[in-house]
């Protein structure tokens, strides 16, 4: 079955470091791997996506993830945080081996960049 | 252009009632699908919605039903409600490539349902 984890609920980050969201998953074949974000009461905004290729993917906002299959991680990272990033953070696969858009979701992290 | 949008906003309705939430997919996408979000919790699966045809579908009972109309656009009905589909319920649209896996979805804003 397929299923993604976000092991941490909360992330706390100073302005200007750099922050990690973890992300591992678990499906069968090949997985297609995104990241969203959410900000309160608003839906969930595309950030980036791993489909094939290289193995660090940027996306929107300076975010970029980097795609691991020994470690079946998705890691989100920016190299300096900002305010404005404090969010709720997805990350959802799709398997390979399934059709169509069914697509699984983490339950999420949430950042916190302090000023 | 315009994005995902949906309809209403905000939803009060009491146990067994029925609901119908509105979605109208990014113009030139014809792939349209549901999520329930739980306070608390990543989105789930609920349908996907394609040439007006169900292409996949979560675990949800038969109570969750909907339907894709000649426009693209689509309704999500609950029938029989309970205080646990109290959710945040979430619409994302898609244009369809070849290969439907690696397509990226966009979502709407969402519907806020409470069921007392």
């Known amino acids: 079955a397929q299923s993604v984890a976000q092991p941490e609920d909360q992330v706390n980050v100073a302005e200007g470091n750099p922050l990690t969201v973890k992300c591992t998953y678990s499906?069968?074949?090949?997985?297609?791997l995104f990241w969203y974000v959410q900000y309160p009461n608003r839906g969930l905004q595309f950030l980036l996506k791993y489909i094939t290729g290289d193995n660090l993917v940027k996306g929107s906002y300076g975010f970029e993830a980097e795609f691991n299959k020994s470690q079946t991680s998705f890691h989100l990272k920016k190299p300096s945080a900002l305010v404005s990033d404090s969010a709720l953070y997805f990350c959802?696969?799709?398997?390979?081996?399934?059709?169509?858009?069914?697509?699984?979701f983490g339950a999420g992290t949430r950042l916190f960049v302090k000023a | 252009d315009a994005g995902v949008t949906q309809s209403p906003t905000h939803l009060i309705k009491t146990r067994g009632q029925h609901v119908t939430l509105r979605c109208s997919p990014i113009?030139?996408?014809?792939?349209v699908s549901w999520y329930q979000q739980v306070l608390g919790q990543g989105p789930q699966f609920i349908f996907q919605y394609y040439e007006k045809e169900e292409r996949g579908r979560g675990n949800f009972p038969d109570r969750f039903s909907a339907r894709q109309f000649p426009n693209y656009s689509s309704e999500l009905n609950v029938n029989a409600l309970l205080l646990g589909d109290s959710a945040l319920y979430l619409c994302?649209?898609?244009?369809?490539?070849?290969?439907?896996?690696?397509?990226?979805?966009?979502f709407g804003p969402g519907t806020r349902l409470t069921v007392l």
């Open positions: 113009s030139g996408h014809k792939s």
């Open positions: 499906v069968s074949g090949n997985p297609y």
């Open positions: 994302a649209s898609s244009f369809v490539s070849g290969q439907q896996r690696t397509d990226t979805q966009y």
């Open positions: 959802a696969v799709r398997g390979g081996n399934t059709g169509g858009f069914k697509t699984i």
